[in-house]
């Protein structure tokens, strides 16, 4: 097990969140990343933390993340950025970013989580009814929700159901239904859906 970072206490939230980025930055191991990787994805939950997270470029490194091959580094980046997504300055800073084509990624993840958590950015980085960045609602992650919202889980099922109501129009799922259902990016479902291995 990774060693908590060594901290002095007097530090405050700032210089804590600090020493979790260095460690990350430092370490070779991949179990001490991963568990950085999980408690930065837990700041990021709380309002309070976004400011220090920007000043210290987690978002960037969440998405820096999701390009790894580790699916649990992508599962707690994506983790993060899901949770970041509730403040319009940390959308902004995602999208301005090229953060999308990176979450669009994510949809393809054999791990449930990380799924669901990419849909929820992908929601957090739009407005119900306002016009959402282009990339966020093209063809290919229209057709991924219509075929998620087949999914046997109820949660990926209920997900994709809300994207395709609030954040797509009728033309863009009828347009999206019209092509051949097997050309949504190949993207195959996530694991707890896909026949087992041998």
Known sequence: MAQKPKVDPHVGRLGYLQAL????????????????????????????????????????????????????????????????????????????????????????SPSEETVLSAVTALMGLGSPGAHPHPELTARPVV??????????????????QIFLEDFCSPSQVAEARSWRADAALGIPLPRAEAPQQP
């Open 21 to 108: 980025v260095t460690e990350f930055q430092e370490t070779q191991s991949q179990d001490a990343k991963e568990q950085v990787l999980a408690n930065l994805a837990n700041f990021a939950y709380d309002p309070g933390n976004y400011q220090y997270l920007r000043q210290l470029q987690v978002l960037d490194l969440f998405l820096d993340s999701l390009s790894e091959e580790n699916e649990t580094l992508v599962e707690f980046a994506m983790g993060g950025l899901c949770n970041l997504c509730a403040d319009r300055a940390n959308r902004e800073h995602i999208l301005q970013a090229g953060g999308v084509p990176l979450i669009v990624n994510c949809l393809s």
């Open 143 to 160: 057709q991924c929700m219509l075929r998620f919202s087949l999914s046997a889980s109820a949660r990926l099922r209920n997900l994709a």
